[in-house]
T-cell receptor, first 115, second 115 residues
Framework: AQTVTQSQPEMSVQEAETVTLSCTYD???????LFWYKQPPSRQMILVIR??????QNATENRFSVNFQKAAKSFSLKISDSQLGDAAMYFC????????????FGTGTSLTVIP | NAGVTQTPKFRVLKTGQSMTLLCAQD?????MYWYRQDPGMGLRLIHY???????AKGEVPDGYNVSRLKKQNFLLGLESAAPSQTSVYFC??????????????FGPGTRLTVL
């Protein structure tokens, strides 16, 4: 079974600084999706960024970017110019593209932004 | 589009009572999912469906049943609620987003307490 590991239960960053959240995963598949979700106190799950494994280029969405290392099975999220609104739980998730339709989530990283 | 909606938003049950959570999506998605979220454990998949009339077990299916009689609805049932089922329940669907990529769309969640 696939597993997703987030080894940082809590992280903090100064406003306007950069922070990187770590995620590793275990799979024997070659084609899959990886995601980062943000969950603010409202509880709503919000997609931050998505990466398809066949794409070598790292995904970026404004201040959010990923460092996707396929061989190392690593998928970290970098948040640049951190803002107070970035404070939330962040979840890494994996979905196989072909064999199987399930999602696997990490246990989350709680990000605090210090003014 | 309403996206993914869940009914109810909150519920308190006594041990042994039964209830059904309703999930509805208006995006014509084939895939639908039920998750539970517990502190420190991220989201865990209970059951999922790959189309009308189909269901499959996820990671933590015990104590739950599901039905997908209509494509737009995915029901999660608790036949005899237990305190261990106290959790926040999320429904989600998987399908094409506006930019023609695929992503998972989440409902707002249901907070269930079993006394």
């Amino acid at each position: 079974a696939q597993t997703v590991t987030q080894s940082q239960p809590e992280m903090s960053v100064q406003e306007a600084e950069t922070v990187t959240l770590s995620c590793t995963y275990d799979t024997s598949e070659s084609d899959y999706y990886l995601f980062w979700y943000k969950q603010p106190p409202s509880r709503q799950m919000i997609l931050v960024i998505r990466q398809e494994a066949y794409k070598q280029q790292n995904a970026t969405e404004n201040r959010f970017s990923v460092n996707f290392q396929k061989a190392a099975k690593s998928f970290s999220l970098k948040i640049s110019d951190s803002q107070l609104g970035d404070a939330a739980m962040y979840f890494c998730a994996y979905r196989n593209s072909n064999t199987g339709n399930q999602f696997y989530f990490g246990t989350g990283t709680s990000l605090t932004v210090i003014p | 589009n309403a996206g993914v909606t869940q009914t109810p938003k909150f519920r308190v049950l006594k041990t042994g009572q039964s209830m059904t959570l309703l999930c509805a999506q208006d995006m014509n998605h084939e895939y639908m999912y039920w998750y539970r979220q517990d502190p420190g454990m991220g989201l865990r998949l209970i059951h999922y469906s790959v189309g009308e009339g189909t269901t499959a077990k996820g990671e933590v299916p015990d104590g739950y049943n599901v039905s997908r009689l209509k494509k737009q609805n995915f029901l999660l049932g608790l036949e005899s609620a237990a305190p261990s089922q106290t959790s926040v329940y999320f429904c989600a669907s998987w399908g094409m987003a506006g930019d023609l990529s695929y992503e998972q769309f989440f409902g707002p969640g249901t907070r269930l307490t079993v006394l």
